[in-house]
T-cell receptor, first 114, second 112 residues
Framework: EPEVTQTPSHQVTQMGQEVILRCVPI?????FYWYRQILGQKVEFLVS????????KSEIFDDQFSVERPDGSNFTLKIRSTKLEDSAMYFC????????????FGSGTQLSVL | ELKVEQNPLFLSMQEGKNYTIYCNYS?????LYWYRQDPGKSLESLFV?????AVKQEGRLMASLDTKARLSTLHITAAVHDLSATYFC????????????FGGGTRLMVKP
């Protein structure tokens, strides 16, 4: 079964550094998302992306965050200057049609900001 | 602001028993999703409920949606150890399928 892949699985960085989290959505999917889950807490929506632009974003997704689809397969989340509170599991997700399809989640990138 | 609340937050049950997890939400929505998460793993889609009165069943799990009451239930029948996981409900905040608000999760432990 096709799956969403994320790299790296773990990322450790120093506060203030930039990180890029990478995702390869399922190939025929058109809608892409980032969610995050702070340890022991609920999953939170960050951003959705369609047709090379952001379609929705949450309050969490401030100017420190950006997303990009640099080529036909990758979808990236960049955090410009990481803070301690950015430490979380970041999940990429995709779906072919946002109207009624389930989201397919990747296995996540655990980001630790020291 | 959409609020999604699940209860119970933690559930310990014996194999063979039945139980129901509840998911209440605070604003109108016709779309509700249930996900399963094993420790350290990603989210696995269980059910997508798209209309009032929708009921879906897969194995020992059955989910239903009452949009008038803003309530979804996940019923577990004759629980087995393999069902031990955290279960999340999620509501589509704008009915467009792209911005889910998750509940806090119900951690289920099924004891042999």
């Amino acid at each position: 079964e096709p799956e969403v892949t994320q790299t790296p699985s773990h990322q450790v960085t120093q506060m203030g550094q930039e990180v890029i989290l990478r995702c390869v959505p399922i190939s025929n999917h058109l809608y892409f998302y980032w969610y995050r889950q702070i340890l022991g807490q609920k999953v939170e929506f960050l951003v959705s992306f369609y047709n090379n632009e952001i379609s929705e974003k949450s309050e969490i997704f401030d100017d420190q965050f950006s997303v990009e689809r640099p080529d036909g397969s990758n979808f990236t989340l960049k955090i410009r200057s990481t803070k301690l509170e950015d430490s979380a599991m970041y999940f990429c997700a995709s779906n072919p049609d946002r109207s009624d399809e389930k989201l397919f989640f990747g296995s996540g990138t655990q980001l630790s900001v020291l | 602001e959409l609020k999604v609340e699940q209860n119970p937050l933690f559930l310990s049950m014996q194999e063979g028993k039945n139980y129901t997890i509840y998911c209440n939400y605070s604003t109108t929505s016709d779309r509700l999703y249930w996900y399963r998460q094993d420790p350290g793993k990603s989210l696995e889609s269980l059910f997508v409920l798209l209309s009032n009165g929708a009921v879906k069943q897969e194995g020992r799990l059955m989910a239903s949606l009452d949009t008038k009451a803003r309530l979804s239930t996940l019923h577990i029948t004759a629980a087995v150890h393999d069902l031990s996981a955290t279960y999340f409900c999620a509501v589509d905040a704008n009915n467009a399928g792209n911005m889910l608000t998750f509940g806090g999760g119900t951690r289920l432990m099924v004891k042999p």
